[in-house]
């Protein structure tokens, strides 16, 4: 027995050896327990390539060498799907300490942006410029770009309605972002006016201030005093403040320069509160009613047609029975005479007696009645007025110290015969002769006195005359000086004012032509021991046939020709019964007819 166990013994002892000499690969799943790689030089857990396996079976993994760092590590989820495999990142750990603060860089280069305002106050310049709504437009003028946000104006004066900007040195662009999707409208009382476009106002010479506003004709209007302007907006002239019915808009101040407007100027007049009061007047009553201005009449000052068409007297109708002292009441009543009382219409219910006759209307007083006379203010006396005819009354003074009686019935107004009605400094009507030129009788004759129309109440053109001294009737030969005479006489006092020469050739009653060059001088003769005169500076001498002189040299003289440069009249004036002649000529050997003409004006 002992043997046969050494035997089996022997026989186990060689298997495992044979065994050990014969198997190379080891079963991990199977054949370990316990395994420890920690003192490995290198450990590779994983299938490794640069791209995924098509099929795996659930378990496996992969390292995917050609994945970016931190991404490698895939598990196979299901059949032949691979899965990245990733944990959640960890608690954040502890700040650590602020470390030195480096030095500053170097400036960079200017960006395309400087600047970033908010209405004109200065932001942080960021890298990216953002606007979720609304728009911007170039306004060259100030160098810059202005935007509007989408998110809603905070004041009224960041609203782009008919915004005025200055886009270049010499223009004004006014609602910039009016347009038919965007218009830019304005409420002048009931109406609404719409503009779709933009507006220019330019300057080309000035200094004074612009107003841009909205007229009530709905134009919308750029005005100075005294710029010079242009462009699409309505220009107007005179204009130094905002006319009382526009709808301001904006202001802007020109340069010192003339032609150029003020860079920063502008001043914004729009205004969302406004408040147009209504208030109440003499005779008309105001109330606001639901928001609602209703006017009506105030009947303690004028009657309404209903109270008229009820009968209520609204004149004075006199019912005083003493004679002489008229009373009477009136409505709406009066409460006090008044110097600026309008005219009150008076009935008197009896003629009137011998002064004085008064009259007390809703028991404020007697005041006595007076009217014109001859131009006199003088005291209603006895049948002055008669009753039942209408007369109107107006106050006298101030304080009121009497009534003036106006005839509504010319034929109750006392005129004096022959004279007139004419209205004096006070509007009254006066009884007035007829003076001047003129008289008039009682059948409405008038008579111009003598002489009374003379050549100064003429117009000179209708008062001139004229002193014909002719030498036309011979036959065709030239004209000696023994030919050159004749005269006139003139038979009133009167003023020379032009002399007139013509010479020529040919006969009368044929074909005539001015020519030559004859010359003449002329004297005035009185009669009875009067001295002679000599009218003319000098011999007047044709040129072509035709010459004139005034009392200056180169005139215009009647017919439109110049007058001579050389000789002028030296004496004008005529006494009536002085006669014109010819005193002295020196013919041309050429001329047949020569033609004297003295024009003068009657005094």
Known sequence: MICRSAALAAMFIWFVCLGYAQQTLVDLRTQSKSVDFSSANTTKPFKSGTVLPATCSVGEAFFNSNAPAGSNVYAC????????????????????????????????????????????????????????????????????????????????????????????????????????????????????????????????AGNAPAFIYVSSAGTLTCGSNGDTLAGTAGIAAGISAFPADSVPVWTWSAASVSGNWDSGGGADQRGFLSNQPVVSGVGVNVINSAGKWQTSLDT??????????????????????????????????????????????????????????????NALGPLTLQWYINGALINVTTNDLTANDPYLLLPIGNPVTALLVLPVNAATRALTSGHLYVGNASNFPVDTPASGDLTL???????????????????????????????DTQTATPLVAANFSGSCEIPFAATIVEVDVWGGAGVTGGTVTTTGTGSINLQKFTPNGGAA???????????????????????????????????????????????????????????????????????
């Open 77 to 204: 989820t299901s059949l032949n799907s691979w899965t990245l495999q990733s944990g959640q990142p960890g608690p954040a750990g502890p700040t650590g300490a602020t470390g030195a603060t480096g030095a500053t860089g170097a400036t960079g280069p200017a960006g395309a942006i400087s600047q970033i305002q908010n209405a004109g106050t200065n932001l942080t310049v960021r890298p990216t410029l953002n606007f979720t709504a609304g728009g911007c437009v170039d306004n060259s003028g100030a160098n810059r770009t202005d935007c509007t946000g989408g998110g809603g104006a905070g004041m009224a004066a960041q609203l782009g309605d008919l915004a005025v900007l200055r886009t270049s040195a010499t223009v004004l662009t006014i609602g910039t972002n009016c347009s038919p999707s965007t218009p830019c409208n304005v409420r002048v009382g009931n109406l609404l006016y719409s503009f779709t476009a933009s507006a220019t106002c330019s300057i080309s």
């Open 300 to 361: 303690a000052v004028g009657l309404s047609r209903a109270t008229d068409q009820a009968g209520t007297d609204n004149g004075c109708i006199a019912v005083g029975s003493s004679a002489g002292l008229f009373t009477c009441t009136v409505t709406p009543a009066l409460t006090a005479y008044s110097p600026t009382q309008h005219p009150i219409l008076f009935v008197p219910n009896f003629n009137s007696v011998s002064a004085p006759n008064t009259l007390n209307i």
């Open 441 to 471: 009788a009682n059948t409405g004759a008038f008579t111009v006195a003598p002489n009374a129309i003379n050549s100064a109440k003429q117009a000179v053109v209708n008062n001139r005359r004229t002193c014909l001294i002719q030498n």
């Open 533 to 603: 005169t000599t009218l003319l500076s000098g011999a007047l001498a044709t040129a072509s046939g035709y010459a004139c002189a005034l009392t200056s040299a180169s005139g215009t003289c009647i017919g439109g020709t110049t007058s001579s440069a050389n000789v002028t009249i030296s004496t004008t004036a005529l006494s009536a019964g002085d006669w014109i002649r010819i005193s002295a000529a020196t013919p041309d050997a050429a001329q047949t007819w020569y033609r004297v003409a003295v024009v003068y004006t009657v005094n």
